[in-house]
């Protein structure tokens, strides 16, 4: 297994318009979260699945994010109507349940809105 | 509430040893972690401490955890000019689910 992978690694877009990433997890994990991080700051939890649960969501996901794992494998964060202020890297992370929740990060998703 | 807080800057010799401090906030986190990100990329697992540890030690990276003043210290021993990147100190949430990072502390290593 080659680790957590995001796709794209970049997306430009236009105040507005919707956009959707891509996570595939590490396979035998089966817990997969979604971060955002802006320039100078440190990740901020967004939400986590277990399998293909939403358990948890932050108050930072607003009405306009909504994030699915369909078939607990691989999840989608998609971003309606995007803001400038959404302009951020999305990282993405997937761990086992037990102890010591060790969460592994992927390459993260760089989001740019114009 | 929760919170992590980290020194932001730290600038060493090559082959010396660094120190990057975080305090945090919550008494109740089990776990404590360390990060690196690289420019332009993801957070990669450094090492991570359980909370009724004091010290571990993992090659040239030895955490120290002292519990009473909620402080975490990562000391890497003879600094490479690759060491060179943001380190995140964070703490796992009493659910044991979200990752609470501090700011980050960038570390340069001159030669």
């Known amino acids: 297994d080659t680790g957590v992978s995001q796709d794209p690694r970049h997306k430009i877009t236009k105040r507005g318009q919707n956009v959707t990433f891509r996570c595939d997890p590490i396979s035998e994990h089966n817990r997969l979260y979604w971060y955002r991080q802006t320039l100078g700051q440190g990740p901020e939890f967004l939400t986590y699945f277990q399998n293909e649960a939403q358990l948890e969501k932050s108050r930072l996901l607003s009405d306009r994010f909504s994030a699915e794992r369909p078939k607990g494998s691989f999840s989608t964060l998609e971003i309606q109507r995007t803001e400038q202020g959404d302009s951020a890297m999305y990282l993405c992370a997937s761990s086992l349940g037990d102890p010591p929740y060790e969460q592994y990060f992927g390459p993260g998703t760089r989001l740019t809105v114009t | 509430g929760e919170d992590v807080e980290q020194s932001l800057f730290l600038s060493v010799r090559e082959g010396d040893s660094s120190v990057i401090n975080c305090t945090y906030t919550d008494s109740s986190s089990t776990y404590l972690y360390w990060y690196k990100q690289e420019p332009g990329a993801g957070l990669q697992l450094l090492t991570y401490i359980f909370s009724n540890m004091d010290m571990k030690q993992d090659q040239r990276l030895t955490v120290l955890l002292n519990k009473k003043d909620k402080h975490l210290s990562l000391r890497i021993a003879d600094t490479q000019t690759g060491d060179s990147a943001i380190y995140f100190c964070?703490?796992?949430?009493?659910?044991?689910?979200?990752?609470?990072f501090g700011k980050g502390t960038t570390l340069s290593v001159s030669s």
């Open positions: 964070a703490e796992i949430n009493q659910a044991g689910t979200a990752l609470i």
